[in-house]
T-cell receptor
């Protein structure tokens, strides 16, 4: 089955610790994204990557870091610098939309991070 | 990027047709209009996309007037399982970003 997989589904972190969220896709998509969603709110873009070894900051990148060493993988690290990390994190992928035409983003099932 | 405005919430009953309107007064010539559906604790799912006039697929229709300053997502004969948040996105497909607002929370009652 083609798709996008996030793990773990639930994650607990102590204050001051870094934690890495996994995102893997087998859709052969060039572009990948990380979003944060707080209760009752929409999605906010953290980072996105258009191609391997390249990524760009979104609207709320402070306190987060990413890497894109492989086309299939786009892990997100929530660092201790992120002051309010408790949230629902969503990873997505799409074709490179710069090629034009109709496009859609495919989302994973999300990781719910709680700071304890 | 064009700003979108949607109702915060809507109520409906099973079997009714639901129309959710999105305003996007600053839509640009190259912008597409896309709608997503999100269930609690899940990632959004693409519903439909259009540029002008009317688009229909197996789950919804999208109506876009000639001035393209608004769009209406139409869900025929909703069921309880259509209870979700619906997001309207407007933007060029070549920007490699997908911007989500707060969406419209649709509550379908029996």
């Amino acid at each position: 089955d083609g798709g996008i997989t996030q793990s773990p589904k639930y994650l607990f972190r102590k204050e001051g610790q870094n934690v890495t969220l996994s995102c893997e896709q087998n859709l052969n998509h060039d572009a990948m994204y990380w979003y944060r969603q707080d209760p009752g709110q929409g999605l906010r873009l953290i980072y996105y990557s258009q191609i391997v070894n390249d990524f760009q900051k979104g609207d709320i990148a402070e306190g987060y870091s990413v890497s894109r060493e492989k086309k299939e993988s786009f892990p997100l690290t929530v660092t201790s610098a992120q002051k309010n990390p408790t949230a629902f994190y969503l990873c997505a992928s799409s074709i490179d939309t710069r090629t034009g035409g109709n496009t859609e983003a495919f989302f994973g099932q999300g990781t719910r991070l709680t700071v304890v | 990027l064009a700003k979108t405005t949607q109702p915060i919430s809507m109520d409906s009953y099973e079997g009714q047709e639901v129309n959710i309107t999105c305003s996007h007064n600053n839509i640009a010539t190259n912008d597409y209009i896309t709608w997503y559906q999100q269930f609690p604790s899940q990632g959004p799912r693409f519903i439909i996309q259009g540029y002008k006039t009317k688009v229909t697929n197996e789950v919804a229709s999208l109506f876009i007037p000639a001035d393209r300053k608004s769009s209406t997502l139409s869900l025929p004969r909703v069921s309880l399982s259509d209870t979700a948040v619906y997001y309207c996105l407007v933007g060029e497909n070549n920007f490699n970003k997908f911007y989500f607002g707060s969406g419209t929370k649709l509550n379908v009652k029996p």
